[in-house]
């Protein structure tokens, strides 16, 4: 039989090992909160639209009807940073976009430059152009990260039936001709283009 002295010990210390597991997981807790809002409010953590595929045109855009708000980052410490904001048409732009216009249109299509997630969503420079050429002409960006050749020819169609705009500006880099044309050997690409008699087509 125990005795009471024995068994007023044993509660006191098996309550004491309860205070202090307590206090261990309440200061763990505490610990890892304010870890989280230090790296959210100085190192944010990337965050992304969500991708929709348009299968009349074969094309990629965000969905307009999911996460339309966000911040980009990159870099170990998140160096670059860039406020995105996902239009009523599914691409980064500050503005909506609407089929009737009241002005010429222009329609810069392209990869990541034009996409733009590396700066805050109003200084990609389709947005500086739209506020530079602002009374004269409209400015709608479509950009996809990752978009070659031949998706800039898709891009141009959906962008022509859609929005009909006067002039379509694609932008090129030099790493958008890697796998695009058709002498290329790149597997990954689903298609590719040729130049026939000065025009791209897509084989």
């Given at each position: 039989m125990v005795s009471p002295s024995v068994e007023s010990n044993c509660?006191?210390?098996?309550?004491?090992?309860?205070?202090?597991?307590?206090?261990?997981?309440?200061?763990?807790?505490?610990?890892?909160?304010?870890?989280e809002i230090g790296l959210r409010l100085f190192v944010p953590v990337c965050e992304m639209p969500f991708v929709r595929y348009l299968d009349d045109y074969q094309i990629l855009s965000y969905d307009p009807t999911l996460k339309t708000e966000g911040i980009y980052t990159a870099g170990p410490r998140s160096q670059v940073r860039g406020r995105w904001r996902i239009n009523n048409?599914?691409?980064?732009?500050?503005?909506?976009y609407v089929p009737s216009k009241i002005l010429p249109r222009i329609a810069?299509?392209?990869?990541?430059?034009?996409?733009?997630?590396?700066?805050?969503v109003e200084?990609?420079?389709?947005?500086?152009?739209?506020?530079?050429?602002?009374?004269?002409?409209e400015v709608y960006q479509f950009g996809m990260s990752g978009a070659t050749l031949p998706g800039y020819l898709?891009?141009?169609?959906?962008?022509?039936r859609n929005f009909d705009p006067e002039v379509i500006v694609v932008v090129v880099s030099h790493n958008d001709f890697i796998g695009s044309l058709a002498s290329g050997m790149v597997a990954s690409v689903r298609s590719k283009i040729k130049i026939d008699g000065g025009r791209a087509v897509e084989v």
């Open positions: 509660r006191r210390v098996g309550g004491e090992l309860a205070f202090r597991i307590g206090l261990s997981v309440a200061g763990l807790v505490i610990g890892l909160a304010v870890v048409a599914g691409w980064n732009s500050s503005i909506d810069i299509v392209g990869d990541s430059y034009v996409e733009a997630f590396q700066v805050d200084d990609s420079f389709p947005e500086l152009l739209r506020e530079r050429l602002k009374g004269q002409y898709r891009m141009s169609r959906y962008v022509a």
